[in-house]
Structures are given as C-alpha cells and as structure tokens.
C-alpha cells in the first residue's frame, strides 16, 4: 500500500512520547523525510533475518539493509534500543513481517509509518491462507516463511515498496523477484520430498513453540508445539505431562529445539519420557523466528529453511542429501 510522506506536526509530539516509551528518555533523532539523491544506496530498515535476506536478494546493490533483529533474537519478545530507534527514524523504508510477530514495536511503526514508506510482507496474504490458534484471540499465526511457497506469495509487496521509492528501478527489481522466486520453487519441492521420505508413522514435529505449523500444513507432518504462538506464553505442568503422556504413547523418537527459544522446556520432556522408560534424543536445533549467523549459508531465508528440512528429516528417518538442498549446509553436524 502506498504510505503518505507528508510530515503532521501533531503526530510527531505523539511519536515522540511513544518512542521514547519504548526506549527511554533521550533527544529523538529527527527523521529525513527526502528520497536519496541518484546513485546513492537506499537505506532499508528490516526487522527480522527472514525479511532483511530477501530485500538483499531484490534490493541487490541499490539498497543498504539494516536488520534491526539479529541471528537467535526472539522478535515476540524483543524491545527497541535507543540505536534501533535511530535506525527506523532515519530509515528511507521499513519492512516488517507483519501479523502481530514484532508485537511489542507494533504501536511505534503504526505510528512512524505517517511519516515514513513501511510495508509489511505479510500484508496481502489472502485470509484463506492463513493459520490461527485459539488462544492468540483472533490473530493470525505469524509465521508465514515456513511455508516456502506462502513466502513467496510475499514478494510482491517488497517489489512494490522498492519500486514505488527508486521507480526507475522498477524492472530491475522484478527480475530479481522472478529469479528468485525459482529458487524458492525449486527450495518448496525440496521440502515436499524430504518430508515424504520420512515414514509416516513418524511424521511428528515436537517443537519449543508453535512456529511450525505453516511448516506442518505444507509439508504433511504433524506439529506440536510446547508454547503458543508467543514465546511470551510459559508452558506449565500440566501442558508438560500431557507431552510426555504423547511421546511415551506415540513412541516419537525425537524432538526438536530452536535457536530463538531457552531449551528447559525440550529437556524437561526428555527427562520425563525417560522417568517412565522411553528415550527421546533433541533431533537437533531448528531456526524458528530467527536465522543462523551472519554471513553463514543458514544465514539466509534459503539456508534456513534448507537447514530445518534436511535436520527434520534426518532425525526422523528420512532420506535426505548430506548437505542438503543445495550442498551447502554449513557442516553436516548441523543437519543431525
């Protein structure tokens, strides 16, 4: 959608006081509101690795992306710094993933977004295509990017933003959509043959948090989380002991901790299903609302999501490449 660029006086008192709210008492960076002049970088702000990996992919040279979340950052939990609300004031244009994933910065960019481009990815998803759980009151599942070809479905709104700020560009970008968007096809069929090699007694996904069902729904397993949506959420006893009641029943072999997420709720699962005689091993950690490090294949939207096929399936019983989708897994300890 387009966002209007004229600067409102009244607003800006009011962004000042929810901005400093969010990051404290401090003299608030005033926001340039020109484009940059020809042949200078477009400055993107970016909120999650997910995000920031493919406006480098289009935005290519003609951007300079900062990535406000880093790798193993829980993006429900996290809180502005006063570095990061100097970065989005002085940002030319704003990505966000959008459905309430940024939840506790979502009343600052509703309100920098009078003043500045800001688009969220997930924006245009038609209903249909979205998940929801019971407990998040009517919000839908954030977590759109584990399902490869969903993903993809959100390309059209980065192209759009980028265009409408550097239109002579706009070619440019759309190309680069379209090239990538064959990789991502290429990445969705991986997912679909590696999941089908598992058996299908054993096609269950026990995970920190309810991150994966967009995961689960595309690629045919089922998924289990131990929190909600939100990591905001605490797994208590009970919610425990009926998890282990499944593992022990089931006899699921493995289960699966992330990246973003503390692990003392995975470990009290194991040591539970072992109290009553069954082992359960961690099959290896995925990446949930965050990616792997910097400058690393798994590092990227491409790597991740190779990453968590190749480990899932792997530690299921599947049959998958040593290196994964495209040989390039960082090590194949990685992928255990």
Request: proline residues 4%.
């Amino acid at each position: 959608m387009a966002i209007r660029r004229s600067f409102v006086t009244r607003w800006w008192l009011l962004a000042i006081c929810a901005i400093s709210l969010v990051a404290g008492c401090q003299k608030t960076p005033t926001p340039d509101t020109t484009l940059p002049s020809a042949g200078t970088r477009l400055k993107v702000l970016a909120t999650v690795g997910m995000v920031a990996d493919v406006v480098r992919q289009i935005g290519g040279d003609d951007v300079e992306v900062v990535q406000l979340m880093g790798s193993g950052v829980d993006p429900h939990l996290y809180k502005a710094t006063r570095d990061d609300v100097r970065q989005i004031m002085t940002a030319d244009l704003i990505f966000t993933s959008g459905l309430m994933l940024e939840g506790r910065l979502e009343d600052t960019f509703n309100k920098i977004s009078q003043s500045r481009p800001l688009f969220a990815m997930t924006s245009r998803l038609p209903k249909e295509m979205l998940l929801s759980q019971p407990e998040a009151e009517a919000h839908p599942d954030p977590h759109v990017w584990m399902d490869v070809a969903a993903w993809a479905n959100c390309l059209d709104v980065l192209v759009e933003g980028l265009s409408q700020t550097i239109p002579e560009h706009a070619d440019v970008f759309r190309s680069r959509a379209d090239t990538y968007r064959q990789t991502l096809v290429a990445l969705h069929e991986y997912g679909l043959t590696s999941m089908a090699s598992i058996p299908e007694e054993r096609r269950v996904l026990v995970t920190s948090h309810d991150a994966f069902s967009y995961f689960g729904r595309a690629y045919g397993l089922e998924v289990i989380g131990v929190q909600g949506l939100s990591t905001e959420s605490e797994a208590g006893l009970q919610r425990i002991n009926e998890l282990v009641d499944l593992l022990v029943s089931r006899k699921v072999a493995a289960v699966f901790v992330e990246s973003s997420v503390p692990q003392k709720n995975m470990l009290a699962l194991i040591d539970g299903a072992k109290s009553r005689g069954h082992d359960v091993k961690i099959g290896g950690e995925l990446y949930s609302d965050a990616m792997g490090p910097r400058d690393s294949y798994e590092g990227t939207y491409v790597g991740m999501l190779d990453h968590n096929f190749t480990t899932v399936a792997r530690a299921l019983g599947g049959s998958v490449p040593e290196r994964g989708f495209s040989g390039k897994l960082s090590s194949p300890e990685r992928a255990k």
